[in-house]
């Protein structure tokens, strides 16, 4: 069903009626987290009022899924070198392996040495040597060392080592695996040694063929490359660990394509986890991580876990990201210098609320950036549940000139610590319990289709850091803001308001020769702000038929349009209060 999602939105005109209801719950230890009640209003205590919403937003899941075909569209694929490309390079020379069966031997430059169910093969500086392995070993590992590059072939081979690596390259040369067409591998380590990762590599990690992969880390980690690791496509790969992270690289990881699937459930473990950068060009990607917060004793600081965490950039350019983090201070993506999105289809869920250890706290966030977030393409969903949740944050500026973008948080929707720039795409945002679009810096809005929704007084819809000098500058784009703008806003371009708005009902916005239908929410701030380069006109109660699905099924671009009734506007100047020209609330609601 997940790679249909898009495709369903796109055929059809979607009118749901679903809400997200969390229930809410203590665990009695130092984590906070508050979830929301069957009618929509928070069991924070002290807090104000809230939004909800409907839609498929509130309601895709992410699951396990290692059968459904990978997605076809890709981009370039990214090697950082041409020798890492398998077919650029020879490995004529096969040394078969029989785990079920070791034996000593030494042939073609290769020496095999058995100590139990230990193999080790060491090819010294033999050039061309493919290692092929097949059977099984309940106590057993295959260790390879050597000076020259080489392929390992991976032909139903299952191996367990309850003391170490199963699959030990100690070889500081590029490693080849073939996972081999038709053939299902394991790998497994026990609790009993100091390794890095059930399979372990020392140099660089390519990963190449149809098959199957399945490996699993009790003592660290499931995959670790102390260089970059490679993924390409036709790959199928299953990491899990219970100890520390599902996938580890030091200098970088490269999804070309592949299925790949990640579970971990350590605290503040991460499922794909890179001290440098992380590329995805393909392929669909499933992380799943269950574990909570905990505290770092080395760095004082409160740390939760993690679907995706690099210590450098993150870039998607094409590819499926389906990612879930259901502990507390979890975290989808998680990247320490600018994060870029240029196409693929990002989903994201968080579940858990905030992690607080020894007055320091983590918070769970969708996408959470120290650098830039730059977002030119591509489908980005996200949905956070739990307390202070935020959905996408940057500690820097925010760039969005394509794409769609949807979130549906607990906390602020979309926020950046500098200032906020949207000059193109589609974006959705709702702040359960706070702002839609919220910028610590300015808000330029130039171009675009924003529909933003706040949880109602004190908080607005689309809301720049005015206390600090900054402003909300709107030069141009489609905005309709439900909850207003913020005062003090420098409005180039005209905006209206409704006098009231009902909830639960579509609307239908037309600027020139365009169409936006939107469904209200349920729940939320007080003016309804419409604005578009050309006067816009209302009408709410509408029908529609065709178009483009967006934001889940709540908006609809360029449909056939039945029925309503014409809502009156008047001008606008800015603020969520009646003083301010926020207009009413829900007209049901009086």
């Known amino acids: 069903m997940k790679t249909m999602i898009k495709m369903m939105l796109l055929a059809s005109t979607v009118m749901m009626t679903s809400c997200l209801a969390d229930d809410p719950f203590s665990d009695g230890s130092n984590n906070w987290d508050y979830s929301w009640g069957d009618n929509g209003s928070t069991t924070t205590p002290g807090s104000g009022s809230s939004s909800t919403t409907t839609g498929e937003l509130t309601t895709f899941s992410v699951s396990i899924d290692q059968t459904s075909a990978e997605p076809t569209t890709t981009a370039s694929e990214y090697l950082p070198d041409e020798e890492d490309a398998l077919e650029n390079n020879s490995f004529t020379t096969e040394v078969t392996i029989d785990m079920s069966n070791p034996t000593a031997f030494t042939e073609n430059g290769v020496e095999v040495t058995v100590n139990g169910g230990h193999i080790t093969a060491n090819h010294g500086s033999t050039k061309n040597i493919c290692y092929v392995l097949s059977g099984t070993t309940t106590n057993g590992s295959f260790t390879v060392v050597g000076d020259k590059k080489y392929e390992v072939k991976l032909n139903n081979v299952n191996i367990t080592n309850p003391d170490s690596a199963a699959l030990n390259l100690l070889s500081g040369k590029r490693a080849y695996i073939m996972l081999v067409e038709g053939t299902s591998n394991t790998l497994s380590d026990g609790t009993g040694g100091s390794q890095k990762g059930a399979l372990y590599c020392k140099g660089k990690l390519f990963f190449n ?29 299953y990491a899990n660990s219970t100890a520390n992270h599902g996938i580890k690289a030091n200098d970088g990881i490269f999804i070309n394509g592949g299925i790949i699937n990640v579970e971990v459930s350590a605290e503040a473990a991460k499922g794909i986890n890179c001290e440098s950068n992380i590329i995805v060009n393909g392929g ?25 965490k690099a210590d450098s950039a993150f870039t998607i350019n094409a590819g499926e990201l389906w990612l879930k983090s259901t502990g507390n201070g979890g975290k989808g993506i998680n990247v320490d210098t600018e994060a870029n999105f240029t196409g693929g289809n990002v989903y994201i869920v968080t579940e858990g609320g905030q992690y607080k250890s020894n007055n320091d706290t983590s918070s769970p966030k969708g996408i959470k950036a120290d650098g830039n977030i730059n977002i030119s393409g591509g489908a980005i969903w996200v949905r956070t549940n739990g307390y202070n949740g935020e959905g996408i944050e940057t500690k820097s500026a925010m760039n969005i000139s394509g794409g769609e973008v949807a979130v549906y948080a607990y906390d602020d929707a979309i926020n950046s610590k500098g200032d906020m720039t949207i000059t193109g795409g589609y974006v959705y945002a709702q702040g359960k319990n706070n702002d839609g679009l919220d910028a610590n810096g300015n808000i330029y809005i130039k171009g675009g289709l924003i529909y933003a929704i706040c949880s109602g007084s004190p908080e607005v819809a689309i809301d720049a850091n005015t206390e600090g000098g900054k402003k909300l500058y709107l030069t141009g784009g489609t905005v309709v803001a439900v909850g207003g703008l913020e005062n003090g806003s420098s409005l180039s371009q005209a905006c209206y308001q409704a006098s009231s708005w009902s909830k639960n009902t579509w609307y239908t916005m037309t600027y020139d020769s365009n169409t936006f239908s939107f469904k209200t929410p349920s729940s939320g701030g007080n003016a309804l702000v419409i604005s578009s380069a050309a006067t816009p006109t ?40 009646m003083g301010g020209g926020g207009g009413f609330g829900p007209g049901d609601w009086h």
């Open 284 to 308: 669909r990607t499933t992380v799943i991580t269950t574990g909570g917060g905990t505290y770092d004793t080395e760095d004082n600081e409160a740390k939760g876990a993690a679907c995706i």
């Open 538 to 577: 209302l009408s709410s109660g509408t029908t529609v038929s065709g178009g483009t699905s967006i934001f889940g099924g709540i908006g609809m671009m360029s449909g056939s349009v039945s029925n309503g009734t014409s809502v009156s506007l008047s001008s606008y100047t800015g603020g969520n209060g």
């Open 209 to 237: 063929g149809n098959g199957k992969l399945s490996v699993t880390g009790n003592t660290n980690n499931a995959i670790h490359s102390a260089d970059y690791i490679v993924f390409r496509k036709g790959n199928n790969i």
